[in-house]
């Protein structure tokens, strides 16, 4: 019987993996959907976070390949001094945008709350920056309500606004009515909340190479393999 070593059990990247995954899904359409929270940076206003998410949008669609495919869609909400993202795309322009964002002064700590792949369709049809002034929620705790749960409220809140979203004319920020968009204190707790990844840490998982261990490897002394005969 031949042996397999752990070395070669390693290598791809998750990202690698996930591209592959994309190429082949092409013709039925295979995205990736991530949603991530931040804070503003100091001195920082609406109009600049939107101009600068607007150029990491533009920064992302012109790196990397250019025939790749580009964001599908997705919508950048402001709200007070926070900012929700929600995108839609091809994996490695998604993680080239967030790398691209999280560099920008104008924009705090960024936290990826959510990651989705393989949906077969795109929630927005357009990428759009829109405004919206919810309720205000004091005291918002991650940790007692559960990051899952946070996360896949925050989810839901935005897909169940999505007919809200209209498109947008150029690069003006949208203002958004009676939506079911997170309150501004539940963004930013979620962006300062160390159970969702920052940005290096959520590309790090994703670029590192896939290791895989092997359990009888972690034995000490190493263990004799033994063959069965035949019955």
């Known amino acids: 019987m031949a042996s397999v070593s752990s070395a070669q059990l390693s290598g791809k990247s998750l990202l690698s993996?996930?591209?592959?995954?994309?190429?082949?899904?092409?013709?039925?359409?295979?995205?990736?959907?991530?949603?991530?929270?931040?804070?503003?940076?100091?001195?920082?206003?609406?109009?600049?976070?939107?101009?600068?998410?607007?150029?990491a949008v533009e920064d992302a669609e012109a790196s990397?390949?250019?025939?790749?495919?580009?964001?599908k869609g997705g919508v950048a909400v402001v709200s007070n001094s926070a900012l929700l993202g929600f995108l839609e795309g091809s994996p490695r322009k998604l993680y080239s945008?967030?790398?691209?964002?999280?560099?920008?002064?104008?924009?705090?700590?960024?936290?990826?709350?959510?990651?989705?792949?393989?949906?077969?369709?795109?929630?927005?049809?357009?990428?759009?920056?829109?405004?919206?002034?919810?309720?205000?929620?004091?005291d918002v705790d991650v940790s007692s309500e559960g990051a899952i749960n946070v996360a896949v409220s925050l989810a839901k809140n935005v897909?169940?606004?999505?007919?809200?979203?209209?498109?947008?004319t150029g690069a003006?920020?949208?203002?958004?009515?009676?939506?079911?968009?997170?309150?501004?204190g539940r963004i930013i707790a979620c962006s300062q909340s160390s159970l969702f990844p920052t940005v290096t840490e959520y590309l790090e998982l994703f670029s590192s190479a896939i290791q895989v261990e092997v359990e009888s490897e972690k034995l000490w002394p190493l263990q004799n393999v033994v063959y069965g005969g035949g019955l």
């Open 172 to 184: 003006n920020i949208v203002n958004l009515k009676n939506t079911n968009i997170p309150s501004a």
């Open 64 to 71: 990397e390949t250019a025939s790749e495919t580009n964001i």
């Open 17 to 55: 993996v996930l591209e592959t995954r994309f190429e082949a899904g092409k013709r039925t359409q295979s995205l990736t959907r991530l949603m991530f929270c931040a804070g503003f940076g100091e001195g920082t206003n609406a109009e600049k976070i939107a101009s600068a998410v607007l150029k």
């Open 97 to 138: 945008l967030l790398n691209i964002l999280s560099s920008s002064p104008e924009v705090g700590q960024i936290r990826v709350v959510s990651n989705f792949e393989d949906c077969p369709k795109n929630e927005f049809q357009y990428f759009g920056i829109y405004s919206a002034n919810p309720s205000a929620e004091a």
């Open 159 to 168: 897909s169940s606004s999505s007919s809200s979203f209209i498109e947008p």
